[in-house]
């Protein structure tokens, strides 16, 4: 007994002298919510504008069209959330109020909605069939509803505060699950305003004392994350073009107080709404909106509008289907998992390297291939070292395009900078082989093929295509420890 008590202490002993540690590395602050780290685990989801303007060919309607002039055709709830679904989009938000004043659901605080026009003779819900359809088909629901109303005539003044929390509790409390309330920057100009036509001028950052809704809001419903506002839970990319600048802090800025990440806003053709003359991006082109927006450590929300009918354009679904193809395709192949690893440094066994190898959970792929936010394992190394690196060899070359890098940002955002090294191989004409077709290949020297700064939930690296059996992952500073929970290689 005294031997085996010897042994103990002495393996005790020399973990405690090589600097091991079974305690995770402490977070560096800020630090997600729950519900924002189900947020960034969805990565890529839909817009949907449709409204008046669908059917008036403008992107912003005036406020005084009429409720009559919105009469979808073949409206079809269940094809707009299948083609969303089946684009590889994890939810969808709808625009239930736009900037008209116009409502898609029988709101009883307005006459200026869907109960007032030729849809189901004044019985329709666009919100509840949108949103029966995407509970039904397991993708999340969210709205948008338009702070500036250009119809109705209290805007601008202290009336319309109460009018419009009055439809924000009608969304929240009639719905079900909303996973995001999006509030558009857009606020105050000219409008119709109730026939008074006239322009107002508010301050956005006090008239909607926004601190007083997003309360109410997070008491009707906890787990909804408000966008914008100026108590915002995520935040607006600065453009709408598709990209999120380098570096990407979710706290704003690198000394941020607060966890307010970016959400990347683009349309899959020119206009936010549904026009015949607009053609929709080529998936060639949506990849790499992909790929600079939730490739950047934002999230994706891709506008896809119906059409005067009530449905995804077919072409636009065909192409959407092409670009979710292209996803699949390129990222089906990870490399990291074939290969032997090792890293200059780690916390101890519980945090080894081996732990950024996981298999991708092929139930959810549908939804999202690539989320490890909420995986349970991650690479850590100790207290005093926040740069270091990671080894990558495999026993013949492979041809490497990608390098996906996630962060454990359930315990902060860390990562500054990161390098990538590569030994290059060329083919060595004098070996190759014409009867097995097969080429010797001679090693020539390490090189970077690419680099960036901040990684945050997910970091997509495109290299020039290179032929290597040695890569190097450098993190070259940080701020602190690293905690690193997944990286594949394509």
């Known amino acids: 007994m005294k031997l085996i008590r010897f042994f103990l202490l002495g393996i005790i002993l020399k973990l405690l002298l090589s600097g091991c540690s079974v305690t995770d590395p402490a977070p560096i602050y800020p630090i997600p919510s729950e519900k924002q780290l189900q947020w960034h685990a969805m990565e890529k989801y839909a817009f949907v504008h449709f409204s008046i303007n669908t059917f008036t060919g403008k992107e912003w309607g005036y406020g005084d069209e009429s409720p009559k002039l919105f009469n979808p055709t073949d409206f079809n709830a269940e094809q707009i959330v299948s083609t969303i679904k089946e ?39 666009i919100v509840r069939e949108i949103s029966d359809a995407c509970h039904k088909a397991g993708i999340k629901f969210g709205v948008y509803i338009s702070p500036w109303d250009r119809n109705h005539s209290e805007y601008g003044k202290k009336g319309y505060i109460t009018y419009y929390r009055n439809q924000i509790k009608e969304l929240l409390e009639n719905y079900g699950e909303i ?51 100026s108590v915002p839970e995520a935040r607006w990319c600065g453009n709408e073009a598709g990209y999120m600048d380098d570096p990407n802090w979710c706290t704003i800025k690198e000394d941020g107080t607060n966890w307010v990440p970016a959400e990347v806003d683009v349309s899959v053709r020119p206009g936010w709404f549904y026009h015949e003359t607009e053609k929709i991006h080529s998936a060639e082109n949506l990849f790499e909106i992909y790929l600079n927006s939730v490739g950047h450590g934002a999230t994706l929300l891709l506008n896809i509008p119906p059409n005067k009918c009530g449905q995804i354009n077919k072409e636009d679904a065909v192409e959407l289907f092409r670009w979710r193809k292209m996803i ?25 390297v081996e732990n950024i190898i996981k298999k991708n959970n092929k139930a959810n792929s549908e939804i999202n291939r690539h989320s490890a936010a909420n995986e349970k394992g991650y690479w850590a190394t100790e207290d005093s070292i926040n740069s270091s690196y990671i080894d990558f060899n495999w026993k013949s070359p492979v041809t490497v395009k990608y390098i996906i890098i996630q962060e454990n940002i359930s315990l902060g955002q860390r990562v500054k900078g990161v390098e990538i ?24 020297i390490m090189e970077k093929i690419g680099e960036c700064t901040t990684v945050g939930y997910k970091r997509i690296i495109k290299v020039d295509s290179i032929n290597t059996s040695s890569l190097r992952i450098r993190f070259t500073d940080s701020k602190g420890p690293l905690a690193i929970s997944k990286i594949e290689i394509y």
């Open 87 to 125: 684009a590889g989009l994890s939810g969808l938000i709808l625009t239930c109020k736009h900037h008209d004043g116009f409502c898609l659901w029988p709101s009883k605080y307005t006459e200026y909605s869907i109960k007032n026009s030729p849809y189901k003779d004044g019985k329709g819900d």
């Open 328 to 352: 699949d395709e390129i990222f089906s192949n990870d490399l990291a998992q074939k290969a032997s690893i090792r890293a200059d440094n780690t916390r101890g066994r519980k945090f080894r």
């Open 421 to 444: 090294d590569a030994i290059r191989y060329a083919p060595d004409k004098s070996g190759y082989n014409e009867t097995t077709n097969t080429t010797t290949f001679k090693e020539d």
């Open 179 to 229: 996973f995001e309330i999006w509030f558009d920057g857009a606020n105050g100009g000219d409008g119709y305003y109730g026939g008074e036509r006239s322009t107002r001028k508010i301050d956005a950052e006090t008239y909607y004392d926004w601190e007083a809704t997003v309360a109410m809001i997070h008491e009707i419903s906890p787990g909804t994350l408000v966008w914008q506002s």
